[in-house]
């Protein structure tokens, strides 16, 4: 995998010294776009051939006045809209006239209505401890402390996993610039990062410096007019064999941004290829 990653960014070297000197097509004729073209996808529902006219009935017109509202069988719902409007004009009373009488008529109107949620919150929570999948403390991310870690741990795994897995086709490509503090500090983090989950680095010196932990530098060949790189330290994702690069940030990053970001950003490919009804690998 090595080496076809290092055979592509021969040709890429080439085919962008040949656009340099005129002799060949753009340095952005060497990337793909992210997806392929391909022909649209119709579902069945969508037809080429014209509806055939048909008359329009027209419907006679209704007024506010003229609907009727169905009625409520249930005498619960309307007397909690009456708690309401009771709650309301109780309290609109005691604000404007705040005496004595009105401001103890509206608190044990809302003692009361506590203690109707209060009892409701209860009862609804001994349903959840006794339905699993009523209870919200099931399900995504969980809020127990010991759970929050067998949870964090199993994410870990399942993120690790992906990554290595991506690392088989995968490159990153760092740019930076010889005189940039940013990009000194960027550059261990980057190898610690390739070194756990084993990405090829391909590391591109913008202005010819260099940065001591990253002594297989390369000089620009062009590439950062292709990709528009305007700042760094900036990281992109390569795909090889599709010719995909993507940015995935600028400015420094830690690992775990550069952990959410890539798999935000292959999640994002691997839907809109599913979407287009395309093959993307894993």
Same mark, same amino acid.
């Given at each position: 995998m090595k080496l076809s990653i290092l055979t592509w960014l021969l040709c890429l070297h080439a085919g @962008?010294?040949?656009?340099?000197?005129?002799e060949g097509p753009a340095p952005q004729a060497a990337f793909?776009?992210?997806?392929?073209?391909?022909?649209?996808?119709?579902?069945?529902h969508f037809y080429?051939?014209? *509806?055939?006219? =048909?008359?329009?009935?027209s419907l006679p017109k209704v007024s506010p006045q003229n609907v009727v509202a169905a009625p409520s069988n249930r005498p619960e719902l309307e007397r909690f809209r009456q708690l309401q409007r009771e709650v309301e004009e109780v309290r609109a009373i005691a604000i404007i006239r705040p005496t004595e009488?009105? @401001?103890?008529?509206?608190?044990? *109107?809302?003692?009361? @209505? @506590?203690?109707?949620?209060?009892?409701?919150?209860?009862?609804?929570?001994?349903?959840?401890?006794?339905?699993?999948?009523?209870d919200p403390s099931t399900q995504g991310r969980p809020v127990n402390a010991s759970a929050l870690e067998a949870y964090e741990e199993s994410q870990a795994r399942t993120r690790g996993s992906t990554l290595a897995a *991506?690392?088989?086709?995968?490159? =990153?490509?760092?740019?930076?610039?010889?005189?940039?503090g940013y990009c000194h500090k960027m550059a261990p983090l980057?190898?610690?990062?390739?070194?756990?989950?084993?990405?090829?680095?391909?590391?591109?010196s913008v202005d010819g410096g260099s940065i001591p932990s990253l002594p297989m530098a390369r000089a620009d060949n062009g590439i950062v007019r292709a990709l528009k790189v305007a700042q760094v330290p900036a990281v992109f994702l390569a795909q090889p064999?599709?010719?995909?690069?993507?940015?995935?940030?600028f400015g420094v990053l830690s690992e775990s941004q550069l952990v959410e970001r890539i798999m935000t950003l292959t999640d994002r490919q691997r839907s809109l290829a599913s979407q287009a009804g395309l093959f993307w690998p894993n």
């Amino acid at each position: 995998m090595k080496l076809s990653i290092l055979t592509w960014l021969l040709c890429l070297h080439a085919g @962008v010294a040949l656009a340099q000197t005129g002799e060949g097509p753009a340095p952005q004729a060497a990337f793909h776009s992210i997806l392929p073209e391909t022909p649209s996808r119709r579902g069945w529902h969508f037809y080429d051939d014209p *509806l055939a006219e =048909l008359p329009l009935k027209s419907l006679p017109k209704v007024s506010p006045q003229n609907v009727v509202a169905a009625p409520s069988n249930r005498p619960e719902l309307e007397r909690f809209r009456q708690l309401q409007r009771e709650v309301e004009e109780v309290r609109a009373i005691a604000i404007i006239r705040p005496t004595e009488e009105n @401001v103890r008529r509206y608190m044990e *109107l809302e003692s009361r @209505v @506590v203690r109707n949620a209060s009892q409701f919150a209860d009862l609804a929570q001994r349903i959840a401890w006794a339905n699993p999948d009523l209870d919200p403390s099931t399900q995504g991310r969980p809020v127990n402390a010991s759970a929050l870690e067998a949870y964090e741990e199993s994410q870990a795994r399942t993120r690790g996993s992906t990554l290595a897995a *991506l690392a088989n086709d995968h490159a =990153l490509i760092f740019f930076f610039r010889g005189d940039c503090g940013y990009c000194h500090k960027m550059a261990p983090l980057l190898n610690s990062f390739r070194q756990r989950y084993g990405f090829p680095l391909i590391a591109v010196s913008v202005d010819g410096g260099s940065i001591p932990s990253l002594p297989m530098a390369r000089a620009d060949n062009g590439i950062v007019r292709a990709l528009k790189v305007a700042q760094v330290p900036a990281v992109f994702l390569a795909q090889p064999f599709t010719g995909r690069i993507l940015p995935v940030g600028f400015g420094v990053l830690s690992e775990s941004q550069l952990v959410e970001r890539i798999m935000t950003l292959t999640d994002r490919q691997r839907s809109l290829a599913s979407q287009a009804g395309l093959f993307w690998p894993n």
